[in-house]
């Protein structure tokens, strides 16, 4: 994300899943439409989620109340994906038309939000090559740069980055705690959802 965009009156929560502690880190602007900033994946405890949160963004604070209904929605989203549970889970996929007005795209380029816009469209229980990311953003030859954009990507899960994988089917980075290994869990927690299918 630039460093030129100022951004005020961030918030943020923290919530428990299956997997670990998740984040959500939003932006309220008034008269505007309020936009999420930053989802973050499980990772072990919220020590270390908050450690990164406030490195990243030093002025966000808690948010206290009742969440607003969308960051709700996008919470539950994050607790059932993480469940791991089919009756929760099947065909689970955000809401894109909803999702995509609340997302904070200035700290985007015009590159960058195509390929995370198709990214968005990959199913859970199947991946995608980078170079085939590339071929269906019209950008043959790009699978460089479209991994580098999804190393940028603020919003995993919600938009399933670790579903891009090499040509070879190597696992490559991950934007969320853990890397390469969170990734291949995640992949390992979508698997289950298509069998007998």
């Known amino acids: 994300m630039s460093n030129n965009i100022r951004l005020e009156n961030c918030y943020y929560t923290i919530f428990s899943t299956p997997a670990g502690t998740c984040g959500l880190l939003w932006q309220e602007n008034g008269q505007a439409s309020p936009q999420l900033l930053r989802v973050y994946p499980a990772c072990p405890n919220s020590a270390i989620l908050l450690k990164t949160l406030r490195k990243e963004y030093p002025n966000a604070a808690p948010y206290i109340g009742d969440l607003p209904p969308w960051i709700h929605r996008a919470q539950n989203f994050l607790q059932a994906y993480y469940s791991g549970d089919a009756s929760k889970s099947v065909n689970a996929q955000p809401d894109w038309p909803w999702l995509k ?68 089917g190597a696992l490559t980075g991950f934007s969320g705690y853990g890397k390469i290994a969170a990734k291949k869990q995640m992949l390992a927690l979508e698997r289950p959802i298509h069998r007998g299918g």
Not at 103 to 118: C, I, K, P, Y
Not at 129 to 151: D, F, H, Q, T
């Open 101 to 168: 007005r609340f997302l904070f795209w200035q700290g985007q380029t015009a590159f960058s939000r195509h390929v995370l816009e198709a990214t968005i469209k990959i199913k859970r229980g199947t991946t995608i090559s980078y170079g085939a990311l590339a071929g269906k953003i019209k950008r043959p030859g790009a699978a460089r740069a479209v991994g580098g954009a999804l190393a940028r990507n603020p919003w995993p899960v919600l938009i399933p980055c670790h579903r891009v994988i090499g040509s070879n």
